[in-house]
């Protein structure tokens, strides 16, 4: 039997608020990507929820889209929504 390949994870964290019209936006752009690049992982962090962690990850404003190699590297930060080839170039660059 021939050794299954994994595809690397590539780790997408994206912070939002309550009534945030723009992180709606920024979820389907990350939907979008997901579907076109299976080894992202969609992280969703509310920063009222996970104040400690949005503090850490120097997040200012939502949406905040953070793309992380699967060792944790940072390769991509966007304030505001992304454009769905600005999230594709960062999941190239993170696997």
């Known amino acids: 039997m021939a050794p299954t390949m994994v595809a690397p994870c590539v780790i997408v964290d994206l912070y939002t608020s309550a009534f945030c019209e723009p992180c709606h936006l920024t979820r389907a752009v990350l939907a979008d990507a997901a579907r076109l690049v299976p080894a992202a ?17 120097g997040v ?3 949406p905040t889209v953070i793309v992380r190699t699967a060792d944790g590297a940072e390769v991509f930060r966007a304030q505001g929504v992304p454009t769905l080839p600005q999230v594709l170039a960062a999941l190239a660059k993170a696997v």
């Open 60 to 62: 200012l404003v939502t």
């Open 41 to 57: 992982q969609i992280v969703e962090r509310d920063v009222v929820k996970f104040e400690s962690q949005a503090e850490s990850d």
